[in-house]
């Protein structure tokens, strides 16, 4: 097994610098880093991470192995990955392998290495680790325990692998638990989306017409901030309720197809294939801008911009502009990857220390269930959840209140 394969190891310092700001940052993560030097939890065991590879999932990185885990590491975006951060690593005597825009045999050669050592559990971000290790390298299975699986993308490909019965392993949905999607997926990437694309256009979004297509909690979040910049906020959902739901928070609503002539802004955050497609791109104002916050890139179909383009020119830093037939120029930025990791920092430190610690103590917890769960998807129990959740209240310096034994009884009663 190589140990690792990095593009320059003298980016160390920068990279641990990053890590160390984010710990500061990150209350309880720092604490159950705390807590597994003492107990160990993963001595002995593999540990395979599959994730957007910056300082923060560096540092969760760095607490599993703080738990007694050999921990091999990749990035899930070769757009995403900080060769800075991963640099650092390697010092600290992780097995990484990863670099910043790496080409698509690149970053199936680096999935490959980090399973290469036969890990015990998976840390996983999309579902290409769990998709690799059930495909082209199925001799490591029987090594599995089970894993994590950080995004509603992810979630998605393991639910549909556990309804044809092919999941060898369990796998805990984090993006499903609480202090996950209602925080990380919703404020998160609210704000990281519209960072991203503030820096990246050097544009207002006050007064212009944004279109959010996809109202899950990424939808929601990116439209709220939205909202809270002066923009004028169009939904597109295929889900009557959560269309529904965006007509009674205040947001217009109605078909990609109508809404593709109005927007200025598009905004892809749906998990699914061609939602923006040719036969918007005709339609879209001179100047319009559309990126992508689902996972993969595959929201915005590319092949049917280039083929419709005439022109195609840089205009800016992470901004690829297209000349149409009739003179109009339409905007890709980030080339249709995550936009809030491709042009920026992704979440805040303070959100996803609630993530990565929901990751870490369901690893722990999947490591010692797996036997009693079974080859399918589950929930985050109730308690990691409601843990991770006080952890973050401590951290405020809030106190809430308990139920009386009294109240207790009276919730549990039938009878008046």
């Excluded at 709220?224 to 910049?229: E, N, T």
């Excluded at 129990?381 to 973050?392: F, G, H, S, W, Y």
Aim: hydrophobic residues 40%; aromatic residues 6%.
């Amino acid at each position: 097994m190589m140990k690792s394969a990095i593009r320059d190891i003298k980016l160390a310092p920068i990279g641990r610098q990053k890590i160390e700001w984010v710990r500061k940052n990150m209350p309880i993560l720092r604490g159950l880093e705390e807590e597994f030097i003492k107990t160990k939890p993963f001595a002995g065991k593999k540990v395979s991470i599959s994730l957007h590879l910056e300082a923060k999932s560096a540092y969760l990185a760095k607490v599993i192995a703080a738990g007694g885990a050999e921990v091999a590491v990749t990035g899930s975006n070769s757009l995403s990955t900080q060769d800075d951060v991963v640099a650092a690593l390697v010092e600290d005597g992780l097995n990484v392998y990863a670099w910043y825009n790496s080409t698509r045999e690149e970053y199936l050669q680096h999935l490959n290495q980090t399973v290469d050592f036969g890990p015990n559990i998976i840390i996983d971000d999309g579902g290409d680790l769990v998709q690799l290790l059930h495909t082209e390298r199925k001799e490591l299975l029987p090594n599995v325990l089970g894993g994590c699986e950080e995004t509603t993308t992810g979630v998605l490909r393991n639910k549909a692998m556990e309804r044809e019965g092919c999941l060898k392993f369990p796998m805990v949905a984090i993006n499903d638990g609480y202090c996950k999607h209602l925080f990380d997926n919703r404020y998160g990437t609210g704000q990281s989306t519209w960072d991203a694309i503030n820096a990246t256009t050097n544009l207002i979004a006050g007064g212009k017409d944004a279109v959010v297509i996809g109202y899950g909690w990424c939808g929601k979040g990116i439209a709220m901030r939205a909202k809270g910049l002066g923009a004028s906020v169009i939904v597109c959902e295929i889900d009557p309720i959560k269309a529904m739901e965006a007509v009674m928070d205040g947001f217009k609503v109605m078909k990609m197809s109508v809404a593709a002539k109005i927007g200025d802004i598009f905004i892809t955050a749906t998990g699914c294939n061609d939602v923006i497609t040719g036969e918007h791109y005709k339609v879209m104002k001179d100047g319009a801008i559309f990126c992508n916050a689902g996972h993969f890139n595959i929201e915005i179909n590319v092949d049917d911009l280039e083929k419709l383009a005439v022109e195609k020119k840089e205009q800016r830093e992470n901004i690829m502009g297209y000349k149409m037939s009739d003179g109009r120029w339409l905007n890709l930025l980030c080339e249709a990857a995550l936009v809030n990791i491709a042009a920026g920092n992704g979440h805040a430190a303070e959100i996803m220390d609630m993530s990565f610690s929901l990751q870490a103590l369901c690893a722990s917890y999947i490591m010692n269930n797996y036997k009693k769960v079974g080859s399918r998807v589950i929930d985050v129990p109730q308690e990691i959840d409601e843990r991770v959740a006080r952890l973050k209240l401590r951290a405020w310096g809030i106190e809430i209140d308990s139920l009386t034994n009294e109240q207790e009884k009276y919730l549990n009663s039938w009878a008046e």
